[in-house]
């Protein structure tokens, strides 16, 4: 029996043309045999013999339970590669020098190996070498089983997978910035909270001053109304105390609190009303509250004992990020 060479058509006994297509008959060749080639492996139930689909665990036909499967040699080798190694850099090497799968079981068993694998906390080399072969696999899936029903689980592997990349590359980066950003802000913080309670109780001294003026406006209005009682109150509480110090004003308004006292006297002693000059002024006062609640030198100390801490922890924080950049240069 003979064939024709160019369409396969099988010859007439002694034809010199092929019917089909009239390419010449050629003896040489006509008389081989054709050849029928299998190629890859047919996968059948052992219970009843049905040929089985990739990724199933169960025959369809008659529901015997598939045991005993696994990942192909390949993919069970180089797993056993990855747990014999040593240094991240032998790892790096395996996992970007290992071929892609051709068979959807095998790059299905990868792609799961892959998408397990991929964190960036051990090393940031081995996070790129596994992300850059799991998108060589995707690739050759998509390219070689896209128009199969099967592709649709691992375009579903490939897009959880992506997330996650996406979601540990947004998380490296603010997480490294956070550990060195937060604690200096939060340093800044307390201090600017510190030195607000320390000046709140302080005008500056322009508002001293107006605040000053409109005291003595009161003892001159309680004057004016013969009130005697209300005037010293107010008189003997006038005491310059702003935020910065003025020795010269200090001195102008202690004069002028002495002198509105000894006036509040005298308008009541010429309504026959004797008052003495209070022992309570505003300069008492102020010395005891000072000794009491509040002290200026010790607070001196406190603030500069918080910049040398300061200064100590940045000191701490440049080592910490020039760590860091090394650790990222040798990565």
Known sequence: MAFCINCGQELAEGAKFCANCGKAANDSNSTEQRKTTYDGEIHKCPNCGEILDSFVTACPACGYELRGSS????????????????????????????????????????????????????????????????????????????????????????EKTQKEIKKIRRKGPLRKTLIIVLPIVAFIVLNIAFWSWISS?????????????????????????????????????????????????????????????????????????????PTDTADEKDQEDKSNSYNYEKSKEEIQSNIDEFNKYMDEVEDMWNQYTKDETQE
Request: with cysteine.
């Open 71 to 158: 990942a192909t040699g390949a993919v069970k080798e180089f797993a056993a590669k990855l747990n014999n190694v040593t240094t991240e850099y032998q790892k790096e090497n395996i996992i970007r020098s290992f071929p892609v799968p051709n068979t959807k079981e095998d790059i299905f068993e990868f792609m799961i190996l892959a998408s397990s694998n991929i964190d960036e906390r051990p090393n940031k080399a081995v996070f790129d070498a596994w992300i850059a072969k799991f998108q060589q696999c995707y690739q050759k899936a998509k390219l070689s089983f896209k128009q199969e029903s099967d592709f649709v689980k691992i375009q579903a592997i490939y």
């Open 201 to 277: 109780g302080y005008n500056n001294e322009e508002e001293e001053v107006a605040r000053l003026e409109g005291i003595v406006a009161e003892v001159e209005l309680a004057l004016d109304n013969n009130e005697y009682d209300l005037a010293m109150m107010h008189a003997k509480s006038i005491d310059y105390s702003a935020w910065t110090s003025n020795d010269e004003l200090e001195r102008q308004w202690d004069i002028k609190r002495d002198y509105l006292i000894k006036k509040v006297i005298s308008a009541a002693s010429e309504d026959g009303i004797i008052m003495e000059y």
